[in-house]
């Protein structure tokens, strides 16, 4: 069974950096799939972030993050990681790992790609 067990985040102000973990389960990280993080605010509808592919180094950025995060992995660890740097209050949202079997593509992908997820975690950027 696939876990995702997501740590980190909590409350900034603008300006500011935070950096969210997820930790997956082996069987992600034995073969190539994508494993990322998706947010959702309240009231909006659940938006692609960051994603990188287990089988590599190849990553995908919101347009509205790129520059400001960036994600990583540690494969020994079966984790990867979101560091959000130079925090807006409009990136306040749940954050969520999730992760599909295969790979991240070029572009971002829709929820609906993905068949595992994490519990979510709150980042909270006041101004």
């Known amino acids: 069974q696939v876990q995702l067990v997501e740590s980190g985040g909590g409350s900034v102000q603008s300006g500011g950096s935070l950096r969210v973990s997820c930790a997956a389960s082996?069987?992600?990280?034995?073969?190539?799939?994508?494993l990322g993080w998706f947010r959702q605010a309240p009231g909006k509808e659940r938006e692609g972030v960051a994603f990188?592919?287990?089988?590599?180094?190849?990553?995908v950025y919101a347009d509205s993050v790129k520059g400001r995060f960036t994600i990583s992995q540690d494969d020994a660890k079966n984790t990867a990681y979101l560091q959000m740097n130079t925090l807006k209050p409009e990136d306040t949202a749940m954050y969520y790992c999730?992760?599909?079997?295969?790979?991240?593509?070029?572009?971002?992908?829709?929820?609906?790609?993905?068949?595992?997820w994490g519990q979510g975690t709150q980042v909270t950027v006041s101004s």
């Open positions: 999730a992760a599909r079997l295969g790979g991240c593509g070029l572009s971002l992908r829709s929820p609906q790609d993905f068949s595992y």
């Open positions: 082996p069987y992600i990280y034995s073969s190539r799939n994508c």
């Open positions: 990188i592919y287990t089988g590599g180094r190849a990553t």
